[in-house]
């Protein structure tokens, strides 16, 4: 995802928790757990995306699954309350291996692989900001473990990214959509 961005202009820098202190990564889990670290410390988001222009920026937190649906979203939910009660608004990217294609027919497009949502929290309440597919309005819908948005009420990634719009850009998006679907087959978990 950070090719995707960079591609668009965005300036892009790591910064989960095993960017910035990568002796985490030689750690197993019960001695990662032994350093006791700060919540916001485990919970940084992945990247911070600014544009081109410096005028805006993004915490951008990516969820790699073979499948986004309701049992990978219930999975999430804790992990996403608890990042977003420490860096108040995170701009998730879910990026499915298999295709969200509600006609198995039709071609498949990157929206269908990758989609971008609008995080925020509301006292212990998670809330995402999307759109509405019928009537293409913004809308915000509060979350709980029983409630999981539908991928069509997901942005589409260039729809918070504008410069993914870009022409240029669109055959990243197919570059990237082509390499989901070649990962969909894998017996690994993708986190």
């Not at 948005?149 to 990214?161: A, D, K």
């Amino acid at each position: 995802m950070k090719s995707l961005l960079v591609d668009a202009g965005y300036h892009v820098v790591p910064l989960g928790i095993e960017e910035v202190i990568r002796e985490v990564n030689f750690l197993n889990e019960k001695n990662y757990l032994a350093w006791n670290l700060p919540t916001p410390l485990r919970k940084m988001p992945d990247f911070f995306v600014i544009d081109k222009d410096y005028k805006k920026h993004y915490l951008v937190e990516v969820k790699y699954r073979k499948v986004w649906n309701e049992t990978t979203f219930k999975a999430l939910y804790k992990e996403l309350l608890e990042q977003v009660s420490c860096w108040n608004t995170i701009f998730l990217l879910a990026v499915s291996c298999s295709s969200n294609n509600p006609n198995p027919i039709a071609e498949e497009t990157p929206a269908q692989f990758l989609r971008c949502m609008v995080l925020e929290v509301d006292g212990n309440t998670l809330f995402i900001e999307g759109k509405d597919p019928t009537t293409n309005n913004t809308i915000s819908m509060y979350l709980d473990e029983r409630r999981f948005p539908e991928w069509n009420y997901l942005y589409r990634v260039q729809e918070v990214f504008k410069n993914i719009a870009d022409k240029h850009t669109e055959k990243t998006l197919e570059k990237t959509k082509e390499m989901l679907k070649s990962l969909r087959n894998l017996d690994i978990l993708i986190d």
